[in-house]
Nanobody
Framework: QVQLVESGGGLVQPGGSLRLSCAAS????????MGWYRQAPGKERELVAA???????TYTDSVKGRFTVSRDLAKNTVYLQMNSLKPEDTAVYYC????????????????????WGQGTQVTVSS
């Protein structure tokens, strides 16, 4: 089984910064892409930023120039550096690992799956 553990959320004033981390663990062979989604109260979950194994990144328009996603392949960890935070960035942030290849059991059974973290609250308020 694969587990994603997030950290780094909290309360910050407008204009401040936070750094989120998400570490994947388990019988992982490879992960195609890792990223961050967020869900504000009363709204649908949306993609914030994602990064592939090759380093290609994508961002939602509202965070471009303020957020930076990065990844440590050796540690199966993804980061989200959030600068110039705004009240509208307030949400629960979820880590996602896409197309995770695992191998387990005596036969080396391979599986591909998509996994989510438990979520971490980010609140931007004065």
């Amino acid at each position: 089984q694969v587990q994603l553990v997030e950290s780094g959320g909290g309360l910050v004033q407008p204009g401040g910064s936070l750094r989120l981390s998400c570490a994947a663990s388990g019988s992982i062979v490879s992960i195609n892409a890792m990223g961050w989604y967020r869900q504000a109260p009363g709204k649908e979950r949306e993609l914030v930023a994602a990064i592939t194994t090759g380093g290609s990144t994508t961002y939602t328009d509202s965070v471009k120039g303020r957020f930076t996603v990065s990844r440590d392949l050796a540690k199966n960890t993804v980061y989200l550096q959030m600068n110039s935070l705004k009240p509208e960035d307030t949400a629960v942030y979820y880590c996602n690992a896409d197309r995770v290849l695992t191998m387990s059991g005596a036969w080396g059974t391979r599986r591909v799956g998509n996994y989510w973290g438990q979520g971490t609250q980010v609140t931007v308020s004065s």
